[in-house]
T-cell receptor, first 115, second 111 residues
Framework: GAVVSQHPSWVICKSGTSVKIECRSLDFQATTMFWYRQFPKQSLMLMAT?????????EQGVEKDKFLINHASLTLSTLTVTSAHPEDSSFYIC???????????FGPGTRLTVL | GENVEQHPSTLSVQEGDSAVIKCTYS??????FPWYKQELGKRPQLIID?????GEKKDQRIAVTLNKTAKHFSLHITETQPEDSAVYFCAASMNFNKFYFGSGTKLNVKP
């Protein structure tokens, strides 16, 4: 099956710093990628939809200036958590849609801990 | 937007028994309904899915049913095994785009 990678797999940062998370589709072109956030023992909450070459669309309640998304190529989307605070600590998971196969594939997730 | 509700939040069964998890959705435009199994700290793994033009789908011990009129779908696991223990999520999507997830069911299969 298709492979989606994320980097880093975990990151610890100080409050006030910015963190960038990469999501890559390794063996297919993903015109659309999605970013989810999952707090402990909770469900995956869709944060935003990232389309290659255009601005991301954010779900209601998600601050677009805090969670910057860039989808510069058909295989790479990045999520930057700006001025991170302890409440941003979470598991961030991306998924990539293979338009030809009509499937979505999830990355392994990035655990962010903000001290 | 879409709202997916999932029940129960926890389910404990004896090995060999069946387990049923139910979800409802609100947007009649949703036409794709996947089920995921997630182990602690790992990515969700697709275990079965169903499209709106089908009422039931089965894959070995796992089956999913869909009632479009009532807007609900269910996951059925038969002959449960301890390795089935995990958190299960349902989701609803239109045309494989945004996935809206249910709140999850923690399944515990007791040996």
């Amino acid at each position: 099956g298709a492979v989606v990678s994320q980097h880093p797999s975990w990151v610890i940062c100080k409050s006030g710093t910015s963190v960038k998370i990469e999501c890559r589709s390794l063996d297919f072109q993903a015109t659309t990628m999605f970013w989810y956030r999952q707090f402990p023992k909770q469900s995956l909450m869709l944060m935003a939809t990232s389309n290659e070459g255009s601005k991301a669309t954010y779900e209601q309640g998600v601050e677009k200036d805090k969670f910057l998304i860039n989808h510069a190529s058909l295989t790479l989307s990045t999520l930057t958590v700006t001025s991170a605070h302890p409440e941003d600590s979470s598991f961030y998971i991306c998924s990539a849609r293979d338009g030809q196969a009509n499937e979505q594939f999830f990355g392994p997730g990035t655990r962010l801990t903000v001290l | 937007g879409e709202n997916v509700e999932q029940h129960p939040s926890t389910l404990s069964v004896q090995e060999g028994d069946s387990a049923v998890i139910k979800c409802t959705y609100s947007d009649s435009a949703s036409n794709y309904f996947p089920w995921y199994k997630q182990e602690l700290g790992k990515r969700p793994q697709l275990i079965i899915d169903i499209r709106s033009n089908v009422g039931e789908k089965k894959d070995q011990r796992i089956a999913v049913t869909l009632n479009k009129t009532a807007k609900h779908f269910s996951l059925h696991i038969t002959e449960t095994q301890p390795e089935d223990s995990a958190v299960y999520f349902c989701a609803a999507s239109m045309n494989f785009n945004k996935f809206y997830f249910g709140s999850g069911t923690k399944l515990n299969v007791k040996p």
